[in-house]
């Protein structure tokens, strides 16, 4: 394809609402991450695909202590309330889920979303896909956005 | 005022919950169309529904066509709450029958300028 | 990368000054995360580095950069949603009630920030109107970086779910990649132009003004220099229309406030004159208009002390997404 039917800016955008709106509650926490993201020791992934004539996957990659504070701030839990692996799971995945919705609205023909998927390592996009890879400091933690158009 | 919450995902039902809590609300929630048709024609009765597009067992734009033919329901808000926001899709849920369309990501402003739109909103804003 | 205390404190002070928004400690990261675009433009190392240099040259329009950087105007559509309800049910019957034929209808939006005003009212005219009616909107604000959007007419999704109701949103909006973007047909009846409201006002007369929301952060005197203008552009029988919280009573005797649903609009009322009660079809009025008095002209004290010349901005919420910056965000490549 020519162009590129998303754009790592507008990848960069709908991650910022998503944080600013729903997990923040107001913008600035999320910029890019300077220098290299630190393999972590406890690696969490969310992701939902992208069904349709252009498909594809977008998901969210962390470490399970940051996915745990991302839990946190979304249900607006204490700092020392404890998270249910359910509550991580479906929260995660809820994250993934919504910026998954905003990358399929960029995409030339109307996609269907599938559900959201939890794992520790997200799986490899097809051979020859465009991928871009966001990788983000969400107040001084590494988190990973990667949005792939599978060719 | 009371209101019904319909989202497979806990998360979401929590948030939007919380912020029509926060609003004056009394809330209800349910994971799929059709526990929320359920809850309906078991007797609940609520002024407003927020409703997630996509779930399984019953979608939310078929959610919104049901209520739409029973007359019974034909005083309860309908307000789509998801991440499908294809303008063919606003219209399409408009077309069936919703009264409003609120795209995630949202802020607790976003609803209650909407629930304003609507008269929704009740007389004295919480502090 | 932090900000020094130093900067972190000019710019707070700044953004006070202006906008009666207080930045506290713990909000250094908001303001290094807002300014960074402003300094990537003008080709600094960093937000200290860019803080320097507008600190050194002194250009109002870097502090207006910053001070728009940092606070936001509340920007909904259909804000307050009675003025515009007053327009359908109350202005726009008003103004047909004296002249049948309502061509050429001219309204000045007269603090327009990024445009969510005019367009509104622009959708509810096109609608109350009908088709083939034409109307003229004068858009005006201080800031050309708000303009400058709303020239554009392009709203981020956070924007457009703002109070704008979701028929309206079809009709009028199609998606421009992840933002939205508004109808040619209005963005056409609509000049966006700075003004500065200590400065004589847009060529009118107009028939409705709305001054929503910006008065109040002037002192009283310069509130009714400015509504002296206003009135001054008025058409006889035009309508003003004010922020939910504002009135001219106490502030400038030339107006009659005419109870419109749940709140008011005014009506300027000429020397010698006393307005004849205009009943609009199904409306409320009738009321005995005000007999204007004149309000005794209360001394200013204190002028404002900073060394730029100070134009009061209205703002009162925190800020929403912040506007992305013109290049990419960042270098991370794409990888195929």
Redesign the interface.
Known sequence: MTAAAVEQDQVFAIAEEVFAAMVDGEPGHLRPWEGDVPAPAEPLAAWVDVHGELAGRAAVATDVATAHALTRALLGMGADEPVGPEDLVDAFGEVANVVGGNVKALLPSQGTLGLPQVRSDLPAAPAGSLTHELRLDWRGRPLVVVVSLFQ | MRALVIDDSRTMRRIVAGALEDLGFSTVQAGDGQQALDLLESGEEVDLACIDWNMPVMDGLTFVTRVRANPAWRNITLMMVTTESEHGQIVRALAAGAHEYLIKPFTTDAIRDKLDLLGLVPAEEPV | ?SLTQDTFAFVADVVRRRSAIQLEAGKE??V???L?PLAREGGHAGVDAYVREVRSARRESDLADIVEALTTNET?W?RD?APFSALRTHIVPGLRAERTVLDGLKVWSAACSTGQEPYSIAMTLTDVLGPGARFSITATDLSEQVLAQARSGRY???E????L???M??RW???A??DWQIADELRRSITFAKHNLLDLPPAGPFDVVFLRNVLIYFDLETKRSILGRVHRALRPGGYLVLGAAETTIGVDGDWERVPVERGSVYRPVHAGAVPSPRPAPGTLTGATPAVPTAAPRVPVSGAPTSTWPVQPRPAT??????R?PAG???E?G???
């Open positions: 990368m990261y908001l290094e995360s807002r960074l909904s259909f949603n981020s999704q956070l457009v779910n703002r109070g109701p979701a028929p949103m079809v909006f199609q998606r990649g992840h919420t925190l800020p929403t997404a912040p992305r990419p965000a960042f991370q794409v990888t195929r």
